[in-house]
């Protein structure tokens, strides 16, 4: 048995059904980092792995809040603190009813390798409720915020712990939290990002994942001397923050984003999205994709359950470069085949964990360029970092500037995972490169801080 079996036999004891996502998060690195293991026995000695994968903590408590019928409702509030060898504890929040320990573990564990990527001071946490904005008021959403940070302030602050968005919390939601923050502690600190620009948010915070996943795959594929993005088909799921802004970029590009979805169906929009008319759907109504063949009734609306269960239209439909943009575990082994068959040349994650295993074996093995969440999606954690930064100089940085460097960090971002994965011997391997340069780097100063 190879050094990455007995590990994974190890970890196995603890993999109940809601640990599943966790325990294929932990699965992927653990077989990535293994030569590096074999490579260097001070990771085993200094136990770094067995540390890795236990949260410093997880805080779980109950979110009561009134809704707009006067009725008392009852959700439940958690924060994974993982990991803190970095830098502060640094993650989103995510309000989706699927939300629970286990989902929120795999993110935070995902999320201390993404933050080490970005070469800033960062260390790694998610949280969340199973509280579920969609169909809520303002007022409730509001009353649900508060409820929640009344009993999260305890647990962060600007230099311990700065949550963030994920699914189902933007700018409103940080908004109505940084307001409670501010009036249960009286201080006025960059203690969330994502914030609205006008109280302490950075410019590009909002675009920062989409667009940082495209200037990624515009470096990866360089790297791999294939053509550029421009005048390309690409297809992108989800429509919501991360999506809206890869499509967005794709169009600054003069590439072709032809798709979009959301948990009810996929558009297909073969002489391109009308990203206006999306933004006016998804965050100012916050309605179904389905209206969006009133404006364009020449573009399809395929509904989730038209589809063979395990497929996605979206993943069907022949393109250059695919951005799954949506939730985890979204594209399958099955669509992974279908993109090949159709001639895929690169598939870049902009969600956390987008791609089944087996979906990613195949890509890695038809040589298809493969950009990994936590490297492909870090813009928006590294622009949090420059939010934290501005807050702390008490500065505002012009969005030329925060643009600039969002470039530069995922180039930067590209160029060290595939040089990583040349050194260990599997060149082109962004997902081994990306576990191994992650691990190593809080690995290292995991030892160097002792036990
Ligand atoms: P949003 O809430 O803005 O949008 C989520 C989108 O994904 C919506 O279109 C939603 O459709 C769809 N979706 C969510 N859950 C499901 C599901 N179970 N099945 C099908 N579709 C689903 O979230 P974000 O755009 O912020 O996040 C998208 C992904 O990107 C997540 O994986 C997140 O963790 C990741 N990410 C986000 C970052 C950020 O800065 N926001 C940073 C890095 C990664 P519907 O509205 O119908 O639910
Ligand atoms: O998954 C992610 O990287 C995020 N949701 C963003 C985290 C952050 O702190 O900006």
């Known amino acids: 048995m190879g050094i990455a079996e007995d590990e994974i036999k190890k970890l196995e004891n603890g993999n109940c059904a809601e640990n599943s996502v966790f325990f294929q998060a932990m699965e992927e690195v653990i077989y990535s980092i293994a030569p590096l293991l074999e490579s260097d026995d001070k990771y085993k000695r200094h136990a770094v792995l067995e540390r890795l994968v236990v949260p410093d903590r997880i805080i779980k408590f109950k979110v009561t809040w009134m809704d707009d019928k006067q009725q008392i409702q009852v959700n439940t509030g958690f924060r994974v603190q993982f990991n803190n060898a970095l830098g502060p504890y640094k993650g989103g929040l995510r309000f989706h009813p699927s939300v629970n320990e286990g989902i929120l573990k795999f993110l935070g564990f995902e999320q201390i390798l993404k933050n080490a990527l970005t070469g800033l001071p960062i260390g790694g946490a998610k949280g ?6 969609k169909g809520k008021s303002d007022f409730e959403v509001m009353k649900f915020c508060s409820s929640f940070m009344t009993e999260l302030h305890k647990y962060i602050g600007a230099r311990i712990d700065i949550p963030a968005g994920d699914i189902g919390v933007g700018a409103r939601e940080i908004g109505y939290l940084f307001g409670e923050y501010k009036k249960i502690t009286s201080t006025y600190e960059g203690v969330l990002t994502g914030k609205p620009f006008m109280f302490g948010g950075s410019l590009m915070r909002p675009e ?117 943009c949506a939730t985890q575990n979204e594209l ?108 190593k780097k809080v690995a290292d100063a995991m030892i160097a801080e002792g036990i």
Not at 285 to 307: D, F, N, Q, T, W
Not at 346 to 352: D, I, L, R, Y
């Open 128 to 133: 969340g409720s199973d509280f579920d904005p």
């Open 208 to 324: 920062a994942t989409g667009y940082g996943a495209v200037y990624f795959t515009e470096t990866m594929l360089e790297l791999e001397g294939k053509e550029p993005l421009a005048g390309k088909i690409c297809t992108v799921s989800g429509a919501g923050n991360v999506a809206l802004h890869a499509i967005e970029k794709l169009q600054h590009l003069g590439a072709i984003p032809v798709s979009c979805t959301d948990s009810k169906g996929t558009i297909y929009d073969a002489r391109g999205v009308d990203l206006a008319l999306l933004k006016d759907l998804k965050l100012e109504k916050r309605a179904s994709l389905e209206e969006y063949i009133k404006g364009h009734p020449e573009a399809k609306y395929i509904p989730v359950e038209e589809y063979p269960e395990g497929a996605h239209a979206v993943w069907d439909i022949p393109c250059y470069a695919a951005f799954p």
């Open 332 to 439: 399958t082994d099955i669509d992974a085949q279908n993109l090949i068959v159709n001639g895929v040349v690169s598939v870049t994650e902009g969600a956390n964990m987008p791609s089944t295993p087996k979906a990613i074996d195949d890509f890695l093995s038809h040589k298809i360029c493969f950009g990994p969440a936590k490297a492909a999606n870090a813009g928006g954690v590294a622009v949090s970092e420059f939010e934290m930064a501005q807050n702390a100089s008490m500065s505002k940085w012009s969005f030329e500037k925060v643009d600039e460097k969002l470039k530069e960090t995922m180039q930067q971002i590209a160029k060290w995972v595939a040089l990583t994965a040349k050194d260990y011997g599997v060149e082109g391997n962004y997902v081994d490169g990306a576990n191994i340069a992650g691990f």
